[in-house]
């Protein structure tokens, strides 16, 4: 629970009686935790697995975020007195979640101006990067979106291996990184294949591995 960044600065006593009112909860693989437009009543906190938080359109979907250990969600709606779900929630891998109820998560925000500075600080870096999703989607190419994802997850998801491979510690089809950039899944395959071919990239066990950080950010700029 310390390693939750909401909650941060809440002191050990604090720590405790909010751990207390968690509720703990499993799920398999590809389970809808909640979809749009439900009421939301309680806050989510991630303690392992990933949640892909996304939206779907005309069959389409376009994937908003990917949450992890230590990540929260669902707050949104739970802030904003009277709103809904404003995305759907489901589970990519086994999850063990932890749930706060509404009034639980008022009363410490209420009594703990740390708390509430973390929240907006979470909430900044969410915005910061949506403009970015806002950017990429506008203005740049299939192709870069595409080499510019597989960046960004070996930034956040990499876990370095031997011979300086850094390898995307989520397994995720071609059609869940498609989801990720607005694009369709065979427009994934083919740069993939491209990074494959030039030795940027390996795939093992269905996990992306980067052989080649230069050469993937070259890629990028060129
Ligand atoms: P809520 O609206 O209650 O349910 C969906 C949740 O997804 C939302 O709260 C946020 O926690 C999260 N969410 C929605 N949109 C984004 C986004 N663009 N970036 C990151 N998280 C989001």
Known sequence: IRKIPLFQDLNEEELKSISALFFERKYKKNTILFLEEDEGEELFIVRSGTVKIYRIDNNKQITLALFRSGDFFGEMSIIEKGSTRSANAETLEPCVIYTLKRSTFYEYVDRNPGLCMRLLEITMNRLRRANEQIRNLTFLDVRTRVLKIVHQLSKEYGEP???????????LTHQEIANMVGTVRESVTKVLQELQDDRIISIRNKMIRVESMEGLVNKIVD
């Open 161 to 171: 291996k031997a011979g300086g491979v850094i390898q995307i510690s989520i397994k």
